[in-house]
């Protein structure tokens, strides 16, 4: 069984940081891809950003030069650094997880956590 383990959330003002960290644990061979993704209230939940095995990114238009994703293939663990936030970053962020557990490769993802930002 893996389970992806989200921290980090929280209520920011507007230019403010935050860092989400998302762990993954149980029967991992190998993480392909992990992402972040954001559904604000109202809203289709939708890519912020990936990051595949081999380090390469992609971002979300609306968060490029804000935001930045990153891994440690060590801790299995994914990271979300979070920059002048702005109050339409407002969303329940949800880490995604492509893990291969010795069988078929299955997307796993957290519980989210509330990213709040105030104007």
């Known amino acids: 069984q893996v389970q992806l383990v989200e921290s980090g959330g929280g209520l920011v003002q507007a230019g403010g940081s935050l860092r989400l960290s998302c762990a993954a644990s149980g029967s991992i061979f190998r993480i392909n891809v992990m992402a972040w993704y954001r559904q604000a209230p109202g809203k289709q939940r939708a890519l912020v950003a990936a990051?595949?095995?081999?380090?390469?990114?992609n971002y979300a238009d609306s968060v490029k030069g804000r935001f930045t994703i990153s891994r440690d293939n060590a801790k299995n663990t994914v990271y979300l650094q979070a920059n002048s936030l702005k109050p339409e970053d407002t969303a329940v962020y949800y880490c995604?997880?492509?893990?291969?557990?010795?069988?078929?490769?299955?997307?796993?993802w957290g519980q989210g956590t509330q990213v709040t930002v105030s104007s």
């Open positions: 990051i595949a095995s081999d380090g390469s990114t």
């Open positions: 995604n997880a492509d893990i291969d557990a010795l069988g078929p490769n299955i997307n796993y």
